[in-house]
């Protein structure tokens, strides 16, 4: 069946360092590619989503394309902030069926350091 | 900014108890969705419902769980007898329409149980 898989926390940085958190999938079709974000004792934000291949979703300063060839949607973000520290989800609502389910990977932790 | 509402935010009990949850999603939304998420994974979708009726509940543990959502506006989860496996984050989602969409779906702040 449809899955993703994410790169396994925690991951540590410092202020101002580069950020890639990767994310792959299985699924049948061309499934929406979603990043959704949770703080602490919080629910799941969006952060950005792709619709179709080649796509590059974008939204306060991360971004992610929709790469087909590799089935993969790697966020990526220039220069974190302390207030990015947070767990951060990949999803896919698959192609198949008419109802828009979420598939979730098991989530990154990113802990930001000053 | 229109939010979906949940209650309450955290719920203690104990095994063989039964526990409700209530949902509220944003105005106007069709499709409502509840995901369980256990400490360190990924929410998991237990049902979805579009409008009153329920179109998935594949993962929904009927022995125990149910969930409805009678005039298709806010909806309440169950669970009876409650099991020390049932702790986890209950999370309701919502969606403008849901079929074949494949919308963003808004979340709320989901209601942490604890069962001892």
């Known amino acids: 069946g449809d899955s993703v898989t994410q790169m396994e926390g925690p991951v540590t940085l410092s202020e101002e360092a580069f950020l890639t958190i990767n994310c792959t999938y299985t699924?049948?079709?061309?499934?929406?590619l979603f990043w959704y974000v949770q703080y602490p004792g919080e629910g799941l934000q969006l952060l950005l989503k792709?619709?179709?291949?080649?796509d590059k979703g974008s939204n306060k300063g991360f971004e992610a394309t929709y790469r087909k060839e590799t089935t993969s949607f790697h966020l990526e973000k220039g220069s974190v902030q302390v207030s990015d520290s947070a767990v951060y989800f990949c999803?896919?609502?698959?192609?198949?069926?008419?109802?828009?389910?979420?598939?979730f990977g098991a989530g990154t932790r990113l802990a930001v350091h000053p | 900014e229109a939010e979906v509402a949940q209650s309450p935010r955290y719920k203690i009990t104990e095994k063989s108890q039964a526990v409700a949850f209530w949902c509220d999603p944003i105005?106007?939304?069709?499709?409502l969705y509840w995901y369980r998420q256990i400490l360190g994974q990924g929410p998991e979708l237990l049902v979805q419902?579009?409008?009153?009726?329920?179109?998935?509940d594949s993962q929904l543990p009927k022995d125990r769980f149910s969930a409805e959502r009678l005039k298709g506006v806010d909806s309440t989860l169950k669970i009876q007898p409650a099991e020390l496996g049932d702790s986890a984050m209950y999370l309701c989602?919502?969606?403008?329409?849901?079929?074949?969409?494949?919308?963003?779906?808004?979340f709320g702040p989901g209601t942490r149980l604890l069962v001892l």
């Open positions: 792709a619709t179709k291949a080649d």
């Open positions: 105005s106007g939304h069709a499709t």
């Open positions: 989602a919502s969606s403008p329409l849901g079929q074949g969409a494949r919308e963003t779906q808004y």
């Open positions: 999803a896919l609502a698959p192609s198949a069926g008419g109802y828009n389910k979420l598939i």
């Open positions: 699924a049948t079709g061309y499934p929406s």
């Open positions: 419902f579009q409008d009153e009726s329920v179109v998935d």
